[in-house]
């Protein structure tokens, strides 16, 4: 799309919106139409779109296309060793589902009952999910990388009867035990009744019979022929859980048509994508962004979507562009956390055996990407010849929120544009007053949504009271996604962190995004989290823990060189007191900083840090601690 018509089209979206999510709507295959568009408030909770109208969501992502894209490759897997792949069909992919489905009716799975999802990233994750979406199940997918305990919770928050699961998985040479994992928690969840394992690593496990179940043996007693259970617009999809900054997981709550709109509709506009497209999103399935943007997304609109069991540096620290290159990947979408990794290591090792000439298109999800990230992801792995697409969204909101697009100018570090009919607003954190014009980096505002879309989440699990009060009840009027934002002289939206992560420094509110991004482009630094602490003037001043280059040597000097490029660079308001040098920083597996846990230690409240079974690297925090200078 070129950037007038970008524009046009979004001024149809927001002035005849109706007309515009309509003509959307369209484009999926419906079993019968909808009569009421949509319907409910952000006041009331009751958000309803295309209310009576009904359609699959496996036959969107994989039956549509066989009439003349059967051949087409639906899914590359590329496994943890470099010699370990498959790539199948749409036509393969539909029997694959059919034969799943008829598994799972085998073992008892009946439309509207929660399937659990635990396994690798391996071709049977995404078959499964469709698998459960052709039959009406509702999926709950669970990280592979959680623990026993996460298990437990997710179970039996929503009372689940199924876990699919596999005798193993692998990342970077080792073997990884899944089933082990499963047995540990269902001692604890007594509504489990079966265990569908799907044959992976061949890893010895123990089957409980009357329970456990080789998917493989009853695969070969099913039929592979499986009609599509026609859905409600607003039937559950799926629940995914993601972590609140307080209690127990929210399971976020979405529905059949209005998601899967939404989730093909930002998919195809944000990152242009073509017919003959290679796509890979490294996400895994266990998060939103493997939902909506490695399945639901990429599926619906025909799309080739590769998905990598590995880790990024392994066996080779080159490994991420040694695939794009073995496959020729044009669209490529990762984390910020990741792409300051790979920096880390050297462009050496990272790039300089790779061509990665097939890429067009670079995706950026989960963090703020901070300005060095961002030019390196630009001028280094795109060679300057890629748009670099930032898109801030969440696991509530289904889809992409706000991004550039990829027909838009670049601007490193902004969110920029709301998507088509998306409305956002930036709200005065006091007064709960829109602001409508520029602000800045020192002075940002609530990040605020204006009207109900129809990827938005319906509900959290048995808590539509939390979701009230979370999402709806903070601004009247608005949903609020619990990010601060500003707008700049050109209304460009950037996104300065959680609120809840908020520095004040003598009454200034400091982003942490912010200065972390400037305390990042020291060119002797890796990564870096920044939190307050107490201090009897300011307030509060920074805390920063600091992560350096592979090359950098950690000297008192070094603190002060840092110290000083901060204050020249964001200005003499950031003042840092301390800066902690650190090899890891806390972060959970799909990669987010846990300020969580940094805030604790630094405030000497290690007592109260609690669980840390989210962390990818739990062995981080005592390191931490022992690190930790005393400032008081
Ligand atoms: C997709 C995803 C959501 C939170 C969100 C933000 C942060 C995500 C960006 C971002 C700045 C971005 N879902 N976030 N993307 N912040 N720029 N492009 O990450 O539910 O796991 O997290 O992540 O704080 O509220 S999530």
């Known amino acids: 799309m070129q950037q007038s018509d970008w524009l046009s089209q979004k001024e149809f979206s927001l002035n005849e919106s109706n007309a515009f999510w309509t003509k959307e709507a369209e484009k999926l295959d419906w079993i019968t139409s909808w009569k009421t568009l949509q319907s409910g408030s952000f006041n009331t909770g009751d958000i309803k779109w295309f209310e009576e109208g009904e359609l699959n969501v496996c036959y969107n992502c994989v039956d549509r296309h066989l009439d003349k894209y059967a051949d087409k490759t639906a899914l590359i897997w590329e496994g943890d060793s470099p010699d370990d792949y498959k790539a199948i069909s749409f036509d393969t992919l539909h029997k694959q589902v059919m034969r799943f489905a008829n598994v799972l009716k085998k073992i008892g799975v009946k439309k509207g009952d929660v399937v659990c999802i635990y396994l690798p990233l391996i071709l049977e994750a ?19 990388g959680f623990s026993p305990q996460s298990i437990e919770d997710r179970v039996n928050d929503a009372a689940s009867k199924f876990i699919i699961t596999a005798d193993g998985g692998f990342r970077g040479g080792k073997k990884v035990a899944l089933k082990e994992n499963v047995d540990i928690a269902i001692k604890n969840c007594p509504t489990v009744e079966k265990v569908l394992v799907v044959e992976h690593a061949k890893n010895d496990i123990q089957l409980e019979h009357g329970r456990d179940y080789l998917y493989h043996l009853l695969a070969n007693e099913v039929g592979e022929q499986c009609d599509v259970e026609p859905m409600n617009a607003e039937d559950p999809l799926f629940i995914l859980y993601t972590s609140g900054s307080t209690g127990k997981p929210k399971g976020v709550v979405h529905t059949t048509a209005g998601y899967l709109l939404y989730a093909s509709l930002t998919h195809r506009e944000i990152f242009g994508v073509r017919e003959n497209d290679v796509y890979w999103c490294t996400a895994d399935v266990g998060w939103i962004t493997g939902h909506s943007y490695v399945v639901y997304g990429p599926l619906a609109n025909r799309t080739t979507t ?8 392994y066996p080779a620290k ?5 695939i794009v290159d073995k496959y020729q990947v044009n669209i490529f979408y990762t984390a910020p956390t990741a792409i300051r990794a790979l920096q880390a290591e050297g462009d050496e090792a990272v790039l300089a055996n790779t061509s990665r000439d097939s890429l067009r298109v ?57 998507f088509l009919g998306i409305e956002a607003a930036i709200l005065n954190k006091d007064t709960s007053k829109e ?72 009454g200034h509110r400091i982003g942490t995004a912010e200065v972390e991004s400037v305390i990042d482009s020291h060119h002797a630094v890796a990564e870096t989290a920044v939190i307050g602490i107490p201090d009897a003037i300011k307030g509060e001043v920074i805390y920063a823990y600091v992560t350096l280059e592979r090359d950098s040597i950690p000297t008192d000097q070094l603190k002060k060189d840092i110290i000083a490029w901060v204050r020249k660079t964001y200005g003499p308001i950031a003042t840092i007191k301390v800066i ?17 846990i940094l805030r604790k230690i630094a405030h000497f409240e290690e007592a109260q840090i609690g669980d840390v079974s989210t962390l990818a690297d739990p062995e981080c925090v005592p390191a931490l601690i022992e ?6």
């Open 126 to 144: 995404p078959i499964a999910m469709l698998a459960c979406a052709r039959i009406g199940a509702i999926h709950s997918v669970i990280f592979a």
């Open 580 to 596: 902690q040098w650190t090899d890891e920083l806390p972060k959970t597996r799909s990669g987010k900083i846990m300020r969580r």
């Open 435 to 506: 602001i409508s014009g520029a602000l800045s980096a020192h002075d940002y505002g609530a990040l605020a949504i204006k009207k109900p879309w129809p990827g938005m989440m319906r509900t959290l699990w048995g808590d539509h009271e939390r979701y009230m009060d979370t999402y709806f009840n903070v601004y009247k009027g608005y949903y609020y996604p619990g990010d601060g934002a500003y707008r700049d002289q050109e209304g460009d939206i950037w996104i300065s962190g959680r609120l809840d992560d908020i520095i004040s420094i003598a």
């Open 318 to 322: 080159s490994r991420f562009f040694d």
């Open 306 to 313: 590769l998905i990598y069991e590995g880790v990024p540096c």
């Open 627 to 632: 690190g930790r200078i005393d400032y008081r």
């Open 362 to 418: 670079l995706g950026s999800v989960g963090e703020p990407i901070n300005r060095e990230a961002w030019y390196w992801y630009h001028d280094k792995v795109g060679k300057s010849n890629c748009s670099i697409v930032d898109t801030w969204w969440q696991t509530e909101t289904g889809g992409i929120m706000i991004s550039p697009g990829f027909a838009h100018k670049q601007k490193p570090g902004s969110a920029m544009k709301s």
